[in-house]
């Protein structure tokens, strides 16, 4: 086989792809489901008005005048004709199939209109109409009705209470927005009308071009998972902006942005930071707005950029578009006016950002040819006499600079230079650069030419300082998010074995009792049966049974008061420490009960808990925590513990599951992380031991979905390791049962439950399981030690040299949407190492997906790619694919007699002879 026909057939494995242009992303047999909203062939508009003003009528006008160029009915019992169209009385009276239809009738008729759809055989509607579930109850009712009915015919409903969709490359303008856009690279989707239309006006205004306006309104249906879904498969779409206000599926939301991010740069504007905003949000979208600290969380882990304000969305995407990205977050400002400079520093201080320290030999080249009263610093201001050449040379210089990531130029009109002199000056050296070049242009009218000029040059240009830096902050933001979504973490050192029993006859204990609040004794036991380290401690109901508890233990000791009434116990004195004798535990056992019996008469006491005193010299007081999110599931913080825990407000927040990486990242986001090294006599504490606490929590949430609020505080940690103090959980009986999806989570976590011994034909004992992030150095060992043969076979790659990108893919895969089962074996030194892999990925159409399977030369003819593919299609069939499909060389009979054994169908591929398609349904 020749290299042109192996190189097609690597191409067309999507899975072996590794880091592919946004055009080629698509590659697929099978349609997208959303293709006849987004792509439509003919439209019809049910509503169509002639009367001035009208919602009816401003959108057919928008259709009419947008250049669609396939057939537009219309839609309107009352009329015969609107001028020279012919109008139809029910979406079952048109004369042909349509692909979308646009509602702008009242929501009361919308029910049976989505009827008529799904008789029609009409795939997909745009409702514009309001009055659904955003105005309450009564509007929430119809909205069902309004779905149900769609769904009996397998109609997507686009809104309701929405603007509407443009899509400018096929002359789509199927909205009441009252610009058009010109088509270009960024989708736009948001959940605000306002906002959507606002957003278009201002691309307008600066030139810049959409791929799409999608507006979601309340999303009864097709939501930003779906959108999401269908923009990573758009060859149109290079860039996505998203304006989110709440999200209805969280984990829906998650999986598609994880997918999403890693072809495609992704920035998104949120809002509800505020309690204000936040119902203000609710109340407008009747989405679940969440908790602001966890959106973050799920951003990072997206890799994925947010901003502050919708101007920032197109300042941060053409940044992103420059397609240049920044190593680091170090940023050079050059100017020719001082002013102008400050607020480009505060900027990049107030972003977390830095200010370049320019190199000596830098500041001596700059020190040659500028003025004697030049700023000898970054920002380098160039003085308000300077001429074009004198700013590009001062750029040049700063942007071959080894400790400068990024250069702001900002330019200051003078009667000395003009914009356009400058610009001929600047241009040659920013495209010259292979770091970000970002532009300023201060001024309105005398300098909007140049700034239309550079745009259209490629070079982001700005109308102030700030705004420039911001860009420079997404651009930052991305690539140290990115890095998060490759990172490949470690193995942990030993593998955990957790106490389900007994975690649920703690939790059966408290709900016999009519309890949601354990004890403090049921909470630490919980923690325990997870290995989390927790003191020796007995309960004791009488002044003996706490002596010979604390003789048992051992003293010193600490008493703490027992009560589902009380939250806080140190708010009523319900704690004694360092307790050293026999006699003053009973005195003090007999104090603390007094003392609360008058601080909070009538709080129900159920005893008192005994415990070890843990005394550590160089102890760090920290707080684990676990909150539920209504939009994303649990969720875990960590930060400074102790009682001034809510003075501090220090804690970071990630969504489980947690590995060693992301565990160490949330770690380092606190003020905490810096009280964790050794400082002047005090040595630092045990980071292992905290990563493995965070580890065993975040374990813990992922198999007990009835956990919905936990504290831990104080942890204590020290040199020697972490122990929990203090702990209280709050559980919901409602979530009881843990499915094998894990639903209760945003992200999908290990499926452990798939694992297997399995022994092949030469007996040959082998463990199956699904892939892990943990596996990367494996994965590299595999690819790299398969044959030529063996990679042209498989379809694997012909790229020589894995990358850490290729890893990535092949290692850190979203369980929801693909899976990847490896077949590993224990070397005779012990090590363990891949020796086979089968995986499939769904194609656009989410009940079809395309397989491919590798096994290492040394394994083959030995049964291994039988039990691989067995255990991979008996996954698929249980994840709802209907449809699975491969590509295979026609000269590969071992595997097309493998794929007749499994009952695959054989046909001959339409574009290559040397290639076939086998294809199973399930």
């Not at 505060?346 to 830095?354: N, T, Y």
């Amino acid at each position: 086989m020749n290299n042109e026909t192996l190189t097609r057939a690597a191409a067309r494995f999507r899975g072996a792809r590794t880091d592919p242009p946004p055009a080629s992303v698509g590659i697929s047999k099978t349609t997208h489901p959303l293709h006849p909203l987004f792509s439509p062939k003919s439209v019809a508009l049910v509503g169509a008005s002639a009367r001035p003003g009208s919602l009816g009528q401003v959108v057919l006008a928008n259709l009419k005048q947008g250049g669609f160029k396939g057939p537009i009915l219309l839609v309107n019992p009352s009329r015969d004709k609107l001028g020279e169209d012919p109008c139809y009385p029910s979406l079952e009276a048109l004369p042909e199939r349509v692909d979308l239809a646009v509602v702008t009738a009242p929501a009361a008729q919308m029910p049976d209109i989505a009827a008529q759809a799904a008789r029609a055989r009409i795939p997909a509607l745009l409702i514009l109409s309001a009055g659904f579930g955003e105005t309450g109850p009564e509007g929430e009712a119809l909205q069902k009705r309004t779905v149900d009915a769609a769904r009996e015919g397998g109609v997507r409903i686009l809104g309701p209470n929405c603007v509407g969709l443009l899509r400018p490359s096929i002359g789509l303008n199927a909205s009441f927005a009252r610009t058009a856009c010109a088509p270009g690279g960024i989708a736009l989707v948001s959940q605000s009308g306002a906002i959507c239309t606002a957003l278009v006006d201002w691309a307008a205004s600066t030139r810049v071009g959409l791929s799409s306006v999608i507006s979601l309104g309340t999303g009864a249906d097709v939501d930003f998972g779906d959108v999401l879904d269908y923009l990573l498969f758009d060859p149109k779409t290079e860039s996505v902006l998203l304006y989110v206000e709440g999200v209805h599926q969280g984990r829906a939301f998650i999986s598609s942005l994880r997918a999403i991010a890693r072809a495609k740069p992704v920035i998104v504007l949120k809002v509800g930071k505020h309690d204000a905003g936040s119902k203000a949000a609710r109340s407008h979208t009747g989405a679940l707005v969440g908790n602001d600290a966890v959106f973050d969380a799920v951003l990072a882990r997206c890799g994925v950029v947010r901003v502050k304000s919708y101007q920032n969305l197109f300042a941060a995407a053409r940044a992103l578009s420059s397609r240049r990205k920044p190593r680091g977050d170090r940023l050079a400002v050059v100017t020719n006016g001082g002013g102008p400079g400050v607020l480009a520093a505060d900027a990049v201080a107030a972003h977390d950002l830095h200010l370049a320290q320019l190199a000596p030999e830098t500041l001596a080249q700059l020190d040659a040819f500028l003025p004697p009263y030049w700023s000898r610093g970054n920002p380098i201001d160039v003085i308000g006499d300077s001429d074009g050449p004198r700013f590009a040379k001062a750029a040049k210089l700063a942007i071959s600079d080894p400790g400068v990531d990024a250069v702001l130029t900002v330019y200051c009109p003078t009667g000395i230079s003009t914009a356009e002199g400058v610009a001929d000056a600047l241009l040659p050296v920013a495209k010259d650069s292979n770091k970000p070049f970002l532009t300023a242009w201060l001024g309105e009218s005398g300098v909007i030419p140049t700034r239309r000029r550079v745009e259209a040059e490629g070079i982001p240009a700005y109308r102030a300082a700030e705004v420039g830096v911001q860009a420079f902050a997404a651009l930052a933001s991305y690539v140290k998010n990115q890095k998060l979504l490759l990172e490949a973490p470690p193995p942990r050192a030993t593998p955990t074995e957790h106490d389900i029993v007994g975690a649920e006859r703690i939790l059966d204990g408290a709900l016999a009792e009519g309890r949601t609040l354990l004890n403090e004794v049921e909470a630490k036991g919980l923690l325990a049966c997870f290995g989390v380290p927790v003191p020796p401690f007995a309960i004791a109901t009488t002044r003996e049974e706490a002596v010979a508890a604390a003789e048992r233990i051992g003293y010193p000791v600490v008493l703490k008061i027992l009560s589902e009434d009380i939250t806080h116990k140190s708010d009523v004195n319900g704690v004694r420490l360092d307790i050293r004798d026999a006699q003053s535990v009973g005195s003090q056992f007999d104090d603390i009960l007094s003392t609360v019996a008058a601080r909070k008469p009538g709080a129900k006491v159920t005893g008192v808990l005994v415990q070890s005193m843990v005394t550590r010299r160089h102890g760090r007081e920290l707080l684990i925590g676990v909150t539920t999110d209504p939009a994303f599931g649990p969720a875990i913080s960590f930060g400074s513990g102790g009682v001034a825990v809510e003075l501090l407000r220090d804690n970071a927040v990630g969504l489980p599951p947690l590995n060693v990486g992301l565990a160490g990242d949330l770690i380092d986001r606190t003020r905490a992380a810096r009280l964790l090294g050794a400082y002047r006599n005090v040595p630092g504490a045990s980071r292992e031991a905290l990563i493995d606490v965070l580890l065993r929590v975040s374990d813990l949430v992922c198999a007990l979905p009835w956990v919905r609020e936990m504290d831990i505080n104080p942890l204590l940690l020290d040199p020697d390791g972490a122990i929990a103090l203090d702990a209280r959980v709050v559980v919901d009986p409602e979530r009881r049962r843990l499915d094998s999806r894990y639903s209760h989570l945003a992200i999908h976590p290990y499926p452990a439950a798939l694992e297997a011994i399995e022994k092949l034909r030469d007996g040959t004992e082998v463990t199956l399981r699904p892939i892990r992030p943990e596996d990367a150095d494996m994965e590299t060992a595999f690819i790299t030690e398969l044959s030529d043969e063996s990679r042209y076979l498989r379809f694997l790659s012909l790229v020589r040299h894995v990358t850490p990108e290729m890893v990535a893919r092949f290692t850190q895969i979203d369980y929801d949407r693909e899976m990847a089962i490896i077949a590993t074996r224990r070397e005779a030194g012990g090590q363990e190492g891949i020796i086979g892999v089968a995986r499939y990925v769904r194609d656009p159409n989410p009940a079809s997906a395309e397989f491919a399977i590798v096994i290492s030369d040394r394994f083959q003819r030995k049964g291994l790619a039988s039990k691989l593919m067995g255990r991979l299609l008996a996954h698929a069939r249980y994840a709802g694919i209907m449809r699975i499909r491969g590509i295979v060389l026609a000269s590969n009979s071992s595997m097309l007699e493998l794929m007749a054994r499994l009952g695959f169908e054989v046909f001959p591929d339409a574009e290559d002879p040397s290639l076939v398609d086998v294809v199973k349904i399930l």
